[in-house]
């Protein structure tokens, strides 16, 4: 029931700049946290951002502070990310996530490379 669909990756040169968005259904969208993770080839899964329900406090991982932005729209049931100044290092799948997850599965995610 619970659908949270990524989309807006893609291949970008260092530097640049994408904007992911997570569009959710099946839930009351503006009583849930949502998060951003992001898990690199070899890796494990990180947790890059944090958005509360009312879009009123945010955190963010040491490694993005200053370059990504979390930010929702209630209305539209939207969470997104925006990616500045992007380096091959912010090479991943990118998933969103509400909190509590409640045993929610992981969705497709969107894959963001970073290259030149």
């Known amino acids: 029931q619970v659908q949270l669909v990524e989309s807006g990756g893609g291949l970008v040169q260092p530097g640049g700049s994408l904007r992911l968005s997570c569009a959710a259904s099946?839930?009351?969208?503006?009583?849930?946290?949502m998060n951003w993770y992001r898990q690199a080839p070899g890796k494990g899964r990180e947790l890059v951002a944090s958005?509360?329900?009312?879009?009123?406090?945010?955190d963010y991982a040491d490694s993005v502070k200053g370059r990504f932005t979390i930010s929702r729209d209630n209305a539209k049931n939207t969470v997104y990310l925006q990616m500045n100044s992007l380096k091959p290092e912010d090479t991943a799948v990118y998933y969103c996530?509400?909190?509590?997850?409640?045993?929610?599965?992981w969705g497709q995610g969107t894959q963001v490379t970073v290259s030149s």
């Open positions: 958005i509360i329900g009312t879009g009123g406090s945010t």
């Open positions: 996530k509400r909190l509590p997850s409640l045993g929610d599965s």
């Open positions: 099946g839930f009351v969208f503006s009583r849930y946290t």
